[in-house]
């Protein structure tokens, strides 16, 4: 079997929407090659191990069980990240957060931004990637989860970051952030999504609030007001349909300049707030 023979195999085997792209991630994962490799060297066979690895990767795909987990990473921003069952899959709708941030960061020449529950380290990660000159600060409940995102500095290369474990801002002394930025858990509990597709196999502590999906993002709200600098912007990830409730968790504790932005899709995806000078 060799590389197109492979790739038309696993996309008539997989079944679900998008067989083409997880048979291009299955392949490459498989033979340790880029798209632009599989693309260029079609011919080239793969061996009799290869062959096994695909197929039982492609059962496990067929019970559900995400790419990212199968492989082990997942591409965000520009950085390649390594995952796990311990924490989320990096998502593409998070760029947004992310983009969000560097346009506030763009008039400071030099600022601390901290990231509440790193996860991968995906966001913080993001930021100090482009603001080599910023300190980053991320941190995260699970200890697993801290180690997952120290492993992706390293491998990204990327030394302007701390990341520790903390329960929020529990283990946060007094430093202040000229921008806090976070994806919490915001699903409601029963949430029917949760029985559905990745969600399955991704840890429900990380996506699953108290309170209709509320809790985390009301601590977080309250608390940031401590630890901004004058000036500073708080910036949350969200449910679509939460946006108004945010907002007005926001105004409930002094944010000024409170704002929404929709996604691609055009749901109302992440709100942001500055702190009075």
């Known amino acids: 079997m060799n590389i197109q023979a492979a790739l038309d195999y696993a996309q008539s085997e997989i079944k679900n929407n998008e067989s083409q792209i997880d048979a291009r991630y299955l392949v490459s994962f498989v033979v340790k090659k880029n798209f632009t490799w599989l693309k260029t060297w079609s011919d080239k066979n793969l061996t009799e191990l290869q ?21 082990g990473e997942k591409d965000f921003w520009t950085l390649t ?8 899959i990096p998502r593409a709708e ?3 957060l992310v ?21 991968t380290g995906a966001i913080g990660l993001a930021i100090a990637s482009e603001r080599k000159k910023d300190n980053i600060f991320a941190c995260d409940f699970e ?10 500095a390293k491998e990204n290369r990327i030394s302007n970051i701390k990341i520790f474990q903390s329960d929020w801002f529990s283990n946060l002394e007094n ?56 000036g500073g912007a708080l910036m949350i990830e969200h449910g679509y349909e939460q946006g108004k409730q945010v907002r007005e968790l926001f105004e409930l504790s002094g944010f000024v300049q ?10 109302e995806r992440v709100t942001s707030g500055v702190l009075p000078c």
Request: no cysteine; proline share 5%; aromatic share 4%.
């Open 51 to 71: 062959i096994s690895q695909l197929k039982k990767l492609i059962g496990r795909r067929n019970d559900g069980e995400p790419i990212a987990y199968l492989t």
């Open 81 to 88: 990240l390594k995952t796990n069952s311990s924490t989320l």
């Open 94 to 96: 998070t760029e947004l």
């Open 99 to 119: 983009e969000q941030a560097l346009e506030f960061l763009k008039k400071r020449q030099v600022a601390n931004v901290l990231d509440l529950g790193t996860g």
């Open 143 to 152: 200890l697993k989860a801290v180690e997952l995102a120290q492993q992706n």
């Open 175 to 230: 430093n202040h952030f000229e921008l806090i930025v976070s994806n919490p858990p915001y699903v409601i509990e029963n949430d029917p999504h949760l029985e559905q597709g990745d969600l399955v196999f991704e840890p429900n502590s990380a996506l699953v609030a108290k309170e209709n999906g509320l809790a985390d993002i009301k601590a977080i709200i309250r608390q940031a007001p401590q630890y901004l600098s004058d």
């Open 258 to 267: 409170i704002k929404t932005i929709r996604d691609l899709l055009g749901l």
